[in-house]
C-alpha cells in the first residue's frame, strides 16, 4: 500500500467514523426528547459527537507513523520484526478498532465538544511548535555554517572589507587570488538600490493610499484600487525585463543628454523599478490603516475649524503611523530581498560608490551567484552566502525592532 492509498484508507475511515458518530448522536437527541421515552439530553450536538468519532481514527494512524519514523531513524527495530509488521496494516487495523470503540462507547454524557476543543487546541499548539522550530532550524542552519566560514576568513576582515571577489584568480597578482571576502560593497549596493526604491514607493504609495482613502469617491475607488494592486501581481521576471530592456536604456540616453556617465546596468534603473513594484505594497497597507482611523477623530478636527489637508495631516496620519511604519518597514524587506531585478538590471559587480549610475550587486544577488551550480560547501566561497545571510538576518532583526520601537511610541500617544 502506497502512502496516497494510505492517506486516502484513512481518511475514508475518519468519514465513516464522523457519519457513524453524528448519527448516533442524533439518535440519542431524538430519544432524549421524546415525550413516551425522555432520557438524558446529549452534552454536545451531534457534529461534535461525529468529529469525537473520527478523531480516533486518525490518532492511532498518526501515532503509528511517528513510531514507524523512530524506529527506522534510529535503527532499533529488529530484523525480524522490522519484515513481518505491515506498518499500514496495523495504521488501519488501530483505525477500525479504536473508531469501533469509541462509537460503542457514544453516550449522551459524552463531553464531545470538551473532547474536539482539546484536541484543537493541541493540534494549533502543534502547527506554532512546528514554524517556531522552522525558524529555529533555519537560523541555527545559517550560523553554524556562518561558523565555518569565519573559521577561514577572520569576522573583522568580512565586515570591514572593502573589496568582494571571491572568484577564483587566474593570475596570482589578482585580487581574487586569495579570496577577498569584504561585505562592505555588496551592503553598499544594497542599501543604494532600497533606498532609491524606497524614495519611488513611500510617497507615491503614501499619496495614492491618501488619495483612495480620504478623497476618492466609493465608485473610483471601486475599480482604482484593484487596478494599483495589479501591480504586485505582475512577476518579478517581467519587472527584470522591463527594466533591462525599458528603463535602463532611457536612463542612459538620460545621461549622456546631461552628459553624465551612465552604464548599461545601474542601480538607478533598477531602483526605479523595484521602487515601481512595491508601490501596491504601501499603498494597500496604508490604505487599509488610513482607513481604520475613527471617524469621530475627523469630525472632531472639523469641528475645531480644520480643512480637510489640516485633518489629515495633524489628526489622520499620525493616528495611523504606527500602520504605516509598519508597512514601510515591509517594503524595505521585500526590496532588500529581491534578486531577480537587480541581476538583469544592476548587474553583478560589487562596485563600492554611491553613484546610482554605476552598476552595482546586492545580498541576495551574491547569495544566488554563489549556490549556483555544483559547489562544494567546505570552500570558503560557498560559505560566504551563509555568511552573507546572517548578516542580513541581523540587519532585517534591527530594523524591526527599531521599527517597533517607533510603533509602540506613537500607539501609546494615540490610543
Known amino acids: 500500500m502506497t502512502s496516497t492509498q494510505l492517506f486516502i484508507t484513512v481518511a475514508l475511515l475518519a468519514c465513516a467514523g464522523f457519519f457513524l458518530g453524528k448519527k448516533r448522536a442524533a439518535i440519542m437527541r431524538d430519544s432524549s426528547g421524546s415525550h413516551s421515552s425522555p432520557g438524558i439530553r446529549p452534552h454536545s450536538t451531534p457534529v461534535y459527537y461525529g468529529f469525537w468519532v473520527s478523531l480516533w481514527a486518525v490518532i492511532p494512524a498518526l501515532l503509528v507513523f511517528v513510531c514507524e519514523f523512530v524506529l527506522k531513524r534510529f535503527g532499533h527495530v529488529p530484523f525480524s520484526f522490522r519484515a513481518g509488521v505491515a506498518w499500514e496494516a496495523v495504521a488501519v487495523t488501530s483505525g477500525i478498532v479504536c473508531v469501533i470503540i469509541a462509537w460503542l462507547r457514544l453516550r449522551p454524557e459524552t463531553r464531545a465538544r470538551n473532547h474536539i476543543e482539546t484536541g484543537m487546541n493541541f493540534l494549533f499548539m502543534a502547527c506554532a511548535t512546528i514554524a517556531i522550530f522552522t525558524t529555529l532550524g533555519i537560523v541555527l542552519s545559517v550560523i553554524f555554517e556562518s561558523i565555518?566560514?569565519?573559521?577561514?576568513?577572520?569576522?573583522?576582515?568580512?565586515?570591514?572589507?572593502?573589496?568582494?571577489?571571491?572568484?577564483?584568480?587566474?593570475?596570482?597578482?589578482?585580487?581574487?587570488?586569495?579570496?577577498?571576502?569584504?561585505?562592505?560593497?555588496?551592503?553598499?549596493?544594497?542599501?543604494?538600490?532600497?533606498?532609491?526604491?524606497?524614495?519611488?514607493?513611500?510617497?507615491?504609495?503614501?499619496?495614492?493610499?491618501?488619495?483612495?482613502?480620504?478623497?476618492?469617491?466609493?465608485?473610483?475607488?471601486?475599480?482604482?484600487?484593484?487596478?494599483?494592486?495589479?501591480?504586485a501581481g505582475i512577476p518579478t521576471v517581467v519587472y527584470g525585463f522591463f527594466a533591462a530592456l525599458v528603463v535602463a536604456p532611457q536612463v542612459k540616453a538620460a545621461g549622456e543628454i546631461l552628459g553624465?556617465?551612465?552604464?548599461?546596468?545601474?542601480?538607478?534603473?533598477?531602483?526605479?523599478?523595484?521602487?515601481?513594484?512595491?508601490?501596491?505594497?504601501?499603498?494597500?497597507?496604508?490604505?487599509?490603516?488610513?482607513?481604520?482611523?475613527?471617524?469621530?477623530?475627523?469630525?472632531?478636527?472639523?469641528?475645531?475649524?480644520?480643512?480637510?489637508?489640516?485633518?489629515?495631516?495633524?489628526?489622520?496620519?499620525?493616528?495611523?503611523?504606527?500602520?504605516?511604519?509598519?508597512?514601510?518597514?515591509?517594503?524595505?524587506?521585500?526590496?532588500?530581498?529581491?534578486?531577480?531585478?537587480?541581476?538583469?538590471?544592476?548587474?553583478?559587480?560589487?562596485?563600492l560608490t554611491m553613484n546610482p549610475l554605476k552598476a552595482v550587486t546586492t545580498v541576495t544577488v551574491q547569495i544566488v551567484t554563489l549556490l549556483t551550480g555544483d559547489q562544494e560547501f567546505d570552500s570558503p566561497k560557498t560559505l560566504a552566502a551563509f555568511a552573507l545571510g546572517l548578516l542580513l538576518f541581523i540587519l532585517t532583526l534591527l530594523m524591526n525592532i527599531i521599527a517597533l520601537k517607533i510603533v509602540r511610541k506613537y500607539r501609546e500617544q494615540y490610543e
Open 148 to 231: 565555518r566560514f569565519f573559521k577561514v576568513i577572520p569576522v573583522q576582515e568580512f565586515l570591514f572589507g572593502l573589496k568582494w571577489s571571491p572568484q577564483v584568480a587566474i593570475r596570482p597578482d589578482q585580487v581574487g587570488s586569495t579570496g577577498a571576502f569584504g561585505s562592505v560593497p555588496v551592503l553598499a549596493g544594497t542599501f543604494l538600490i532600497s533606498f532609491i526604491a524606497m524614495a519611488v514607493a513611500a510617497p507615491l504609495g503614501l499619496m495614492s493610499a491618501i488619495y483612495l482613502s480620504e478623497y476618492a469617491g466609493s465608485r473610483l475607488r471601486a475599480w482604482a484600487k484593484p487596478c494599483l494592486e495589479i501591480l
Open 260 to 351: 553624465l556617465q551612465v552604464s548599461s546596468e545601474s542601480a538607478l534603473a533598477a531602483g526605479l523599478v523595484m521602487g515601481i513594484m512595491i508601490i501596491p505594497l504601501v499603498s494597500s497597507l496604508s490604505d487599509d490603516v488610513i482607513s481604520a482611523v475613527p471617524q469621530a477623530m475627523r469630525d472632531g478636527s472639523y469641528a475645531l475649524g480644520a480643512t480637510k489637508a489640516e485633518t489629515i495631516k495633524n489628526v489622520v496620519i499620525p493616528a495611523a503611523l504606527p500602520g504605516i511604519v509598519g508597512g514601510l518597514l515591509l517594503a524595505v524587506s521585500r526590496a532588500v530581498g529581491e534578486t531577480m531585478i537587480v541581476v538583469m538590471a544592476a548587474g553583478l559587480s560589487a562596485n
